[in-house]
């Protein structure tokens, strides 16, 4: 089956840049969403189809895809970000979802 | 505002079995796919079922096929997890969730805010 792989912890410094990886096969063939979970909520969308935002998102969210790494970057870190990050795609040879192994990102 | 609501969740035996109910509001149900997505505590995201706008097509992780069914209903709004044969690891806080689309694929844009089943003898 699809398997994603994140780093388990990224560490950054408010106001500079977090880069959260997702592998996986060939994923830059695929459609990758990205999630944050804080402690004790449900998921939010913050990256769908690679790149895109949903409304509400602050533009410090960005994401890319190509090869076998998708990623979400976030710019200007505030303390708010920290977070649980999971990728997530569809794949298409199982007709499953599959996320990713999420990334805890810690504000120093 | 989209709004999905899940209740249903239980402490049940190994073995036992268990309804949960998502109920929708604030878009076009009818209109969109939508899963279950569970989390084991301390744990990440599984996916555990899907269903298309429609209820034509069903989708189910590897982990689950042959024990869980997702269903739903357009007329009420409502999506349903039945699960029988529980097991001690399908402990786990259950998540309704919402495509962006009428077929799973394109990604959750809405989540509910869970409801706790606890398979324990």
């Known amino acids: 089956s699809y398997v994603l792989t994140q780093p388990p912890s990224v560490s950054v410094a408010p106001g500079k840049t977090a880069t959260i990886t997702c592998g996986g096969n060939n994923i830059g063939r695929k459609s990758v969403h990205w999630y944050q979970q804080k402690p004790g909520q449900a998921p939010v969308l913050v990256i769908y189809y690679d790149t895109d935002r949903p409304s509400g998102i602050p533009e410090r969210f960005s994401g890319s895809n190509s090869g076998n790494t998708a990623t979400l970057t976030i710019s200007r870190v505030e303390a708010g970000d920290e977070a649980d990050y999971y990728c997530q795609v569809w794949d298409i040879s199982s007709d499953h979802y599959i996320f990713g192994t999420a990334t805890t990102v810690t504000v120093l | 505002e989209v709004q999905l609501l899940e209740s249903g969740g239980d402490l049940v035996q190994p073995g036992g079995s268990l309804r949960l109910s998502c109920a929708a509001s604030?878009?076009?149900?009818?209109?969109?796919?939508l899963s279950w997505v569970r989390q084991a505590p301390g744990k990440g995201l599984e996916w555990v079922s899907g269903?298309?706008?429609?209820?034509?097509?069903?989708y189910n992780a590897d982990s689950v096929k042959g024990r869980f069914t997702i269903s739903r209903d357009n007329l009420k709004y409502t999506v349903f997890l039945q699960m029988s044969s529980l097991r001690v690891e399908d402990t786990a806080v259950y998540y309704c969730?919402?495509?962006?689309?009428?077929?799973?694929?394109?990604?959750?844009?809405?989540w509910g805010q869970g409801t706790l089943v606890t398979v324990s003898s």
């Open positions: 604030g878009f076009a149900f009818r209109s969109y796919a």
């Open positions: 269903i298309s706008a429609s209820g034509l097509t069903t």
């Open positions: 969730a919402k495509d962006l689309v009428e077929a799973p694929g394109r990604g959750f844009e809405s």
